[in-house]
């Protein structure tokens, strides 16, 4: 299995940069998350941009065995779109891989019964009609307005559940890459396409949107298919690392499966930093130094 990280570096200098500590956390975040996953899985890829290449390979010598810059076709898309980078890379996947988030870290390899699925996830996630943070009527509404029809997978999981069925994608991956790179392909094209201009204008502010495209979407993508007659994908399913959000922030259930995620403030908590820069120094002081000198010299606008 191939274990692939993303990083467009649009969004991260326009918005997500700014949620860690510090920038030099981030930095050691990268390097802490390649060493401890790449014990695991060998093979190791990274879809980027040329400044995300000059960062993260040519500056601090990150070790990925397949560097792409793909993500340059991304420079004239809005960098609200944070999640689209990720959407590329799935896109791009022939080998069963895992995608992970920069802030995921595989102490232990994934189990079994996970890597050897068609589609697996880090937990399963679900929302209601007046969710504040998630919203896919509004893209809906959005899209009736320029009378623009969405994916028929979304239109069939709307009409068919309750509820808006999602998958937390901190790790994203399997061994259907057909059926991935499908449904990246769709949500990528859902975006880009010049005749989706109008809608989303409609909708300034792209960044609450991107977990509707990237974590709705796949589950409407596995829903549909999954016993759709003539669907080439059917049979399609979806594993999870952790039954549901419960589990996956219980730290001793954690632990003993050897994933950690800095979700949502964790970034930004001065004692998680901390820990990071003890470990980094600990177990490789030349990449520690390495991130230093980045800063210092300000050769990376972060």
């Given at each position: 299995m191939r274990a692939v990280w993303s990083f467009w570096s649009k969004p991260f200098h326009n918005?997500?940069?700014?949620?860690?500590?510090?920038?030099?956390?981030?930095?050691?975040?990268?390097?802490?998350?390649?060493?401890?996953?790449?014990?695991?899985?060998?093979?190791?890829?990274?879809?980027?941009?040329?400044?995300?290449?000059?960062?993260?390979?040519?500056?601090l010598g990150l070790p990925f065995v397949h560097v792409s810059i793909e993500l340059e076709r991304l420079n004239n898309v809005d960098p609200g779109w944070w999640a689209l980078g990720k959407l590329v890379a799935y896109s791009l996947q022939d080998h069963p891989f895992v995608h992970l988030d920069s802030d995921v870290f595989l102490w232990k390899a994934l189990p079994r019964r996970l890597t050897e699925s068609p589609v697996?996830?880090?937990?399963?996630?679900?929302?209601?009609?007046?969710?504040?943070?998630?919203?896919?009527?509004?893209?809906?509404?959005?899209?009736?307005?320029?009378g623009l029809k969405l994916p028929e997978e979304w239109l069939w999981t709307r009409a068919h559940r309750s509820h808006f069925p999602a998958e937390n994608c901190g790790i994203l991956g399997g061994s259907a890459v057909e059926f991935l790179r499908y449904y990246a392909h769709t949500a990528v094209d859902l975006v880009i396409r010049p005749e989706s201009a109008a809608a989303w204008s409609r909708l300034p502010d792209k960044r609450c949107y991107n977990v509707v495209l990237?974590?709705?979407f796949l589950s409407a993508c596995?829903?549909?298919?999954?016993?759709?007659?003539?669907?080439?994908?059917?049979?399609?399913?979806?594993?999870?690392?952790?039954?549901?959000?419960?589990?996956?922030f219980d730290a001793s259930h954690a632990a003993r499966t050897g994933f950690t995620h800095l979700v949502a403030g964790a970034k930004s908590h001065p004692g998680v930093g901390t820990r990071i820069e003890e470990r980094i120094r600990r177990q490789d002081s030349g990449f520690y130094r390495r991130c230093e000198r980045v800063l210092a010299q300000r050769a990376f606008p972060l």
């Open positions: 918005y997500y940069g700014h949620i860690w500590s510090k920038p030099l956390h981030h930095l050691l975040a990268w390097g802490l998350s390649v060493h401890v996953a790449s014990r695991q899985y060998p093979d190791t890829a990274l879809i980027t941009d040329r400044p995300g290449k000059k960062l993260l390979v040519d500056q697996f996830a880090q937990y399963p996630e679900g929302f209601t009609e007046n969710g504040p943070h998630y919203r896919p009527q509004d893209i809906e509404w959005a899209f009736a307005q320029e990237e974590q709705f596995v829903e549909y298919h999954r016993f759709h007659p003539t669907s080439p994908y059917r049979g399609v399913q979806m594993s999870h690392l952790f039954p549901s959000w419960e589990y996956a």
